[in-house]
């Protein structure tokens, strides 16, 4: 394997982290330097202090400007000074002298004011002439980087959890898209679909996810074709099966009618409907796995079905009891008589066989609430162990040392049923009963629609 989607997301992830370092670095250096800075209005309101104070100086007035300064003070809560400074030459040569433009007793409105320093600056404004400044002591108002802590936390931890958040959910919709895309052909193909393919829906992608859209698509391929091949062969085992029983059995009618006393010809007849019965559920119990159908066309009243399923029963068992309790009426739409009816007989079927002589079988129905009816089969025999309670819905399974039976059967009956019910999206679960016996709780759907049944099993 290439592992090419390794390399790529450890690729975009590293470029990713990096770039974001070196963003979340730049865009609080320029933050920072912004905010540091006075603002216009603010720079030339203290301009225009400067500009006052050298008009009162220069006019030798000293004590109206020591009023305006004192009102300056008090009015802004701050200190304010004009300031007058000289360079003394100490040692070396002279010259130059005129190149000095002051000793910066105070920072230029101009410069940036240290958001991180606790004391106000103070702002020197020079005078055009006589080496002269005034000097004020920042007031508060005017303190640049008010909102700086609250911007700094946002651009070093909003920020960078936002573009990592985004970043996070393209990383995420370039992983999920071609899983979507392989999750609803996994969808499709259980739902009968065999031509779906993935591959071709991923465009150019080259990576790890696109070897398992391809092997998907041969999964796919191979599975859909033994599907195909399969629900081929048995419909002519259906139809192969069934022509050579007919004959064998008109054959055997034919020589039971001349030798009705020969236990041979009796035995083969007795296994030739065994074998005509075995056929018919396999064949049937296999359409309904492969083909999966939801056969929900028709309204019944399983009052009326059960009534009929029931002296059927008592027919075939006349030494047993069957005792039902049921309401006037239980109207089903949507369904299915055919399918239910075959259920509920095979589930009856079983549970008259396992009852002992003299014995009752007791068949409950009572609505559960929310469009469903429930219909309990109770049966008097040794019950099944826990751990099998699930295996008797298999095919062919038969628990011999749990349930002895008298009669012959193939373990197919409740397999059938649990099929058929399912294609009408009703269920049925089998539980040990505390008095001994089983119960087989079968719940239906009043109202059932085709779309509620995607898969039988």
Not at 60 to 67: A, P, S, T
């Amino acid at each position: 394997m290439s592992r090419k989607l390794l390399w790529k997301l450890c690729l975009l992830i590293a470029a990713g982290i990096v770039a974001l370092f070196y963003l979340i670095n730049t865009l609080t250096l320029r933050t920072e330097e912004q905010m540091s800075l006075l603002e216009v209005s603010h720079r030339e309101e203290l301009k225009r202090w400067g500009e006052e104070a050298e008009r009162l100086f220069l006019s030798g007035d000293k004590v109206q400007l020591e009023q305006w300064l004192q009102a300056l003070q008090e009015q802004e809560n701050t200190w304010a000074t004009v300031t007058q400074y000289e360079v003394t030459h100490i040692a070396g040569e002279r010259g130059n002298e005129d190149r000095y433009i002051g000793y910066n007793l105070g920072r230029d409105v101009d410069w940036k004011v240290h958001l991180y320093f606790e004391d106000n600056p103070v702002m020197e404004i020079p005078f055009t002439t006589e080496k002269t400044s005034l000097l004020v002591l920042l007031p508060d108002r005017m303190r640049p980087g008010s909102y700086w802590q609250t911007t700094r936390l946002a651009l070093q931890i909003l920020l960078p959890m936002g573009i990592l958040a985004l970043f996070s959910l393209m990383l995420y919709r370039h992983i999920m898209h071609p899983l979507r895309k392989l999750e609803q052909a996994t969808r499709e193909f259980s739902r009968g679909n065999f031509s779906v393919r993935v591959h071709r829906q991923l465009g150019g992608r080259n990576d790890e996810i696109s070897e398992l859209a391809k092997t998907f698509d041969q999964m796919a391929a191979r599975i859909g074709e033994q599907i195909v091949n399969q629900r081929q062969l048995i419909a002519d085992l259906s139809h192969e099966l069934r022509t050579p029983l007919t004959r064998l059995d008109i054959a055997i009618e034919g020589a039971g009618t001349r030798y009705s006393d020969d236990k041979n010809i009796q035995r083969i007849q007795r296994e030739s409907t065994h074998i005509r019965r075995l056929v018919e559920d396999t064949l049937t119990l296999a359409w309904l796995d492969n083909e999966r159908p939801s056969i929900g066309t028709e309204d019944l009243d399983l009052v009326d079905l059960i009534d009929v399923i029931v002296e059927d029963a008592r027919f075939e068992f006349p030494n047993r009891t069957i005792c039902t309790r049921l309401p006037d009426t239980a109207e089903i739409r949507h369904s299915n008589h055919q399918a239910v009816g075959q259920a509920l007989e095979n589930i009856l079927r079983n549970a008259m066989r396992y009852t002992p002589v003299g014995q009752a079988v007791h068949v409950l129905l009572e609505e559960s609430g929310q469009e469903r009816v429930v219909i309990d089969i109770e049966d008097s025999g040794p019950g099944v162990p826990e751990a099998l309670l699930d295996n008797i819905f298999k095919p062919f399974f038969r628990a011999d040392r749990s349930r002895a039976s008298e009669s012959k059967n193939f373990g197919l009956g409740l397999a059938l049923a649990r099929r058929q019910l399912n294609s009408v999206g009703a269920t049925v679960e089998a539980s040990n009963r505390s008095a001994g016996g089983l119960c087989m709780r079968i719940t239906l759907p009043t109202r059932f629609y085709k779309s509620t049944v995607s898969a039988i099993g």
